[in-house]
């Protein structure tokens, strides 16, 4: 049965322990897993109710506090947890169509003005950049506080990331501005004439890495 990361994250801390919808929410907020998945507390209720329809949860309970409206506290059922985990290994090993819209972007870059490019750029990077910062500021504060490093694998190979990706568009931002490029420049005749020799040889072999 294939899962959604947010079901994957709601059978996550039901493993945990047993707990109601709201609940659940306020922890994805409380750990900042909702820079993992895109959730709110309707998606929330959906999805434990999708569970509980699929037999992966079951209700354990009900509670009220105060004037509030009864909750209804969910658990993992043996099914859930046979998924949970099968799920878990598919999502670590399996190979999975990722299509971020930031090459799209680069690859047309070249219809825009240089200017704009630069301004979107610069954008985009500042924008990073303190991510990045306050991400490891994080780290390192929940570190300080003896959270072992198995606990926060997603967090390290997003800072490997963004320590990749915030120089790259640093060097392409000066490359940019310093007429690097080439910017608004046509294609070299070599490359085109080469592009169509290439095309006309149908039996020709593309070099080792192309």
């Known amino acids: 049965m294939a899962l959604s990361a947010v079901a994957v994250m709601l059978l996550s801390l039901l493993h945990e322990q047993p707990m109601h919808p709201y609940q659940l929410h306020q922890t994805l907020v409380q750990r900042g897993s909702t820079r993992l998945v895109r959730v709110n507390a309707g998606a929330v209720y959906h999805g434990v109710e999708r569970l509980e329809r699929d037999g992966l949860v079951e209700a354990a309970g009900t509670e009220r506090a105060g004037r509030r409206p009864e909750r209804t506290t969910y658990r993992l059922t043996d099914e859930g947890r046979a998924a949970f985990a099968e799920q878990l290994a598919h999502l670590l090993g399996d190979e ?10 680069l690859s047309e870059a070249h219809h825009l003005p240089a200017d704009l490019v630069q301004r979107e750029l610069r954008r985009r990077l500042d ?42 568009l640093a060097a392409a931002l000066d490359d940019l501005a310093a007429g690097r490029l080439g910017w608004g420049e046509p294609k070299p005749d070599e490359f085109v004439r080469a592009r169509l020799r290439a095309r006309s040889t149908p039996d020709a072999v593309p070099p080792s890495g192309a």
């Open 127 to 168: 924008r990073e950049s303190a991510h990045r910062d306050a991400l490891r500021a994080r780290y390192d504060e929940l570190r300080g506080l003896g959270l072992p490093r198995r606990y926060l694998l997603d967090v390290e190979y997003e800072l490997a990331l963004l320590d990749a990706r915030v120089p790259w």
């Open 96 to 105: 999975h169509a990722e299509h971020p819209l930031l090459p799209v972007g």
